[in-house]
T-cell receptor, first 114, second 110 residues
Framework: DTGVSQDPRHKITKRGQNVTFRCDPI?????LYWYRQTLGQGPEFLTY????????KSRLLSDRFSAERPKGSFSTLEIQRTEQGDSAMYLC????????????FGPGTRLTVL | GESVGLHLPTLSVQEGDNSIINCAYS??????FIWYKQESGKGPQFIID?????DKRQGQRVTVLLNKTVKHLSLQIAATQPGDSAVYFC?????????FGQGTILTVHP
């Protein structure tokens, strides 16, 4: 257990539905990251926050994806109008700003879009 | 464009042997190179990093080597144990974000 938790661990949804995932980082960490991982591939960066500010968003991320970290603590990732191509593992990680290479990852949320 | 890749997708070793996992990168602007380990059903776990102005860094049973001339990164694991069996990813940090490679599966046989 790294101290980063994600909920739910698994989500099955039908195409076109909206889904929301939650991440609770290590409380002392001011940076929070979201990644997407498909089978056999490394995690793909989606976005990251420093405290409550969203500092960067991947150009590959469509406008159906949105993330928030309203109080600089937990974060949510919402996917609207899900597509089958959204099926993947969604990973959250957190770190201190000064040690951004050492990220602590949660167990992930596995999304299956039918 | 940015890319981080691996030469070998799988590596099988005997317990007690040393393991070497290799990685090629293309983005010379990255300031750090990092190795992560991912066990089945878990998120990646940080192993070790190396700053771009260094060529070698050692940790506990692990050594990372960086050759900027040929844009090559390697992870050496000494006295490999069954618990080291996992997928290993190299990653590079550029503009604050991490870009991961495809991964190498390491299998350690008792």
């Amino acid at each position: 257990d790294t101290g980063v938790s994600q909920d739910p661990r698994h989500k099955i949804t039908k195409r076109g539905q909206n889904v929301t995932f939650r991440c609770d980082p290590i409380s002392e960490h001011n940076r929070l990251y979201w990644y997407r991982q498909t089978l056999g591939q490394g995690p793909e960066f989606l976005t990251y926050f420093q405290n409550e500010a969203q500092l960067e968003k991947s150009r590959l991320l469509s406008d159906r994806f949105s993330a928030e970290r309203p109080k600089g603590s937990f974060s949510t990732l919402e996917i609207q109008r899900t597509e089958q191509g959204d099926s993947a593992m969604y990973l959250c990680a957190s770190s201190f700003e000064t040690t951004g290479t050492k990220q602590f990852f949660g167990p992930g949320t596995r999304l299956t879009v039918l | 464009g940015e890319s981080v890749g691996l030469h070998l997708p799988t590596l099988s070793v005997q317990e007690g042997d040393n393991s070497i996992i290799n990685c090629a990168y293309s983005n010379s602007a990255s300031d750090y190179f990092i190795w992560y380990k991912q066990e089945s059903g878990k998120g990646p776990q940080f192993i070790i990093d190396i700053r771009s102005n260094m060529d070698k860094r050692q940790g506990q049973r692990v050594t990372v080597l960086l050759n900027k001339t040929v844009k090559h990164l390697s992870l050496q694991i000494a006295a490999t144990q069954p618990g080291d069996s996992a997928v290993y990813f190299c990653a590079e940090r550029g503009y604050g974000k991490l870009t991961f490679g495809q991964g190498t599966i390491l299998t350690v046989h008792p």
